[in-house]
């Protein structure tokens, strides 16, 4: 079983660009599909984004349509979230999951079996 470990999130404005990472260590991360997913304050937690074992095929929520992007880079055990034309509403913090039983999760969080730890996430107007 794979270890996650997400990093790059902070305090930045509306309007700027962030891109979350999510190493993976224990097993080759090429045997798992990986999506994002963020909780913000009060609210339950949501997808964001998916992606396959592969990294060739990607899902991405309406709300962050067109603005972030998710990628997988299976030579470096690593999953991307970048993170364009942030707005307030994005505040959050950012859970990267992996799926060893489906070649492509979606946005079920019930199809993840490891989580990482979360990285946050303020935008501020």
């Known amino acids: 079983q794979v270890q996650l470990v997400e990093s790059g999130g902070g305090l930045v404005q509306a309007g700027d660009s962030l891109r979350l990472s999510c190493a993976a260590s224990?097993?080759?991360?090429?045997?798992?599909?990986a999506g994002w997913f963020r909780q913000a304050p009060g609210k339950e937690r949501e997808f964001v984004a998916a992606?396959?074992?592969?990294?060739?095929?990607?899902y991405v929520a309406d709300s962050v349509k067109g603005r972030f992007a998710i990628t997988k880079d299976n030579a470096k055990n690593t999953v991307y979230l970048q993170m364009n034309s942030l707005k307030p509403e994005d505040t959050a913090v950012y859970y990267c999951?992996?799926?060893?039983?489906?070649?492509?999760?979606?946005?079920?969080?019930?199809?993840?079996?490891?989580w990482g730890q979360g990285t946050h996430l303020t935008v501020s107007s």
């Open positions: 999951a992996a799926s060893s039983s489906a070649y492509f999760a979606g946005t079920s969080s019930t199809l993840y079996d490891v």
């Open positions: 224990g097993r080759t991360f090429s045997s798992y599909a």
């Open positions: 992606i396959d074992r592969s990294g060739g095929s990607t």
